[in-house]
């Protein structure tokens, strides 16, 4: 009769040679540069750089404007944007699948299941934080600076380029907080992207799809390149911080 104790020590030893394996073939397709693997780390970087330029854009601004103006309701504004920050990324595919279907108001311009509609969702998923990050630096600016800037005859609008210049380095950490959040996105991509191969498959949704499948090399490969851009967004961040603390200081 077969010990049951031998049999799962050559499982387990099996697993441990397997899973070595695929890391030594992750390892290689890094180094080797597979046309499948660099096709689609560059669609993810494309999306999601893309997406947190959309978010500057527009939430630098209207951080900017909201930090610096007073009207009724600002603060219900202010908790909503707050609140926005941690929409759920599955919410936000779903919003945007609705918006670009056939029978959505923009479904006409057929972006739906291509990386432009992927654009829209990770921008919707950044823009609270841009937003709520910029108007909270510049409101403590504003507070601390209110007084030297209106001498000088800088109120309201004018006084919103000075501001950015001053807190350059705290808006790059909440953009770099923004790509990070887009990066390991998963959910609203692959709702409006529908994960098509060679043409909106990215890496989050990559790794889920072959890990299903049992690709562990590809899906390793992926998730090493994710896990170093999530340390260099958090070196980078962190760096940001640093320097702008010895500009103030």
């Not at 500057?56 to 009724?72: D, T, Y």
């Not at 800088?154 to 705290?170: C, E, K, N, Q, S």
């Not at 959040?181 to 890496?203: F, K, P, Q």
């Not at 890990?211 to 760096?239: E, F, M, Q, R, W």
């Amino acid at each position: 009769m077969q010990n049951p104790y031998k049999s799962q020590q050559k499982i387990r030893g099996f697993r441990v040679l397997d899973v070595s394996g695929a890391f030594a073939a992750a390892f290689a397709l890094i180094v080797g540069l597979d046309p499948q693997f660099l096709q689609v780390v560059g669609l993810s970087l494309r999306v999601t750089l893309t997406a947190v330029l959309l978010a500057a854009l527009i939430g630098v601004p209207l951080g900017a404007w909201l930090a610096l103006a007073r009207f009724p309701g600002r603060s219900a504004v202010i908790v909503l944007v707050n609140g926005l920050m941690g929409l759920p990324p599955v919410v936000a595919g779903l919003i945007v699948f609705l918006a670009l279907s056939r029978s959505g108001p923009l479904g006409g311009l057929g972006w739906l299941f291509t990386p432009t509609a992927m654009v829209i969702a990770q921008t919707l998923l950044v823009l609270p934080i841009v937003l709520a990050l910029t108007r909270s630096t510049l409101e403590e600016l504003w507070g601390e600076y209110r007084d030297h800037l209106t001498s000088l005859g800088m109120t309201g609008l004018r006084a919103i380029p000075t501001l950015i210049f001053d807190g350059r380095f705290a808006l790059a950490t909440g953009l770099l907080a923004g790509f990070g959040r887009a990066s390991a996105e998963v959910g609203a991509v692959l709702i409006v992207g529908g994960n098509i191969a060679g043409y909106t498959r990215t890496m989050t949704t990559s790794i889920a799809l072959e890990t299903s499948k049992g690709d562990l090399p590809l899906a390793l490969g992926l998730g090493i390149v994710l896990i170093a851009l999530t340390l260099a967004i958090n070196a980078a961040a962190y760096g940001a911080s640093r320097v702008g603390a010895r500009f103030a200081g």
